[in-house]
């Protein structure tokens, strides 16, 4: 998967890195997909679109394995070995990231009232899609359908916590943005 779509997370990271007004475009075959228009983010705003690449990554690099193994029963071994190179994948990810987003913006970020309204509506949005994940998975393994293995229980469970990662940092990007 990596070498496939190295072109493609270099171009990410390229678009995220410079300070450009420009339309950055990906061509795989004869297809151009409009990946991100750069205008000149915040500090504040590329650390939450750091939470969204990540969520991206994670999505792309991980789900495909626990959704192949849905439908079985999981060895703990195996599960613990995942969650290992998953820890590891994210340390180094977020400092990564991180000591770019410092080595590029060398001021401090000031709290205000205004990224004080923003954080708590975004983590009240995340709060209530957390509680109706969780009556959705109560509901769901309540009617017995087909979580008789865990690797379908595992699998639904990062479905519902990456989505709701997703949605919450998307609005805070949203509400950064429009304010």
Sequence with gaps: WWTENSAFITAVWSIYLRDIQTWATYSKGNS???ILSLMKFSKRERSILIEIIFAVLFSLIYMPFFYEHRLNSMDMAH???KAIQ???F???YFSAAYALLELSF???MIQD???DMINSKSYKLGYVLYELSLFVFIGVLLTGSSFNKNGA???FVLVLLLIVSFIKS???LYLYRTS
């Design 90 to 92: 994210a340390i180094i």
């Design 106 to 108: 060398k001021q401090k």
């Design 32 to 34: 151009e997909i409009i």
């Design 79 to 81: 599960v613990s070995s």
């Design 153 to 155: 229980i595992l699998f």
């Design 170 to 172: 998307l609005f805070q």
């Design 86 to 88: 998953i820890t590891v």
């Design 113 to 115: 009232e205004r990224d």
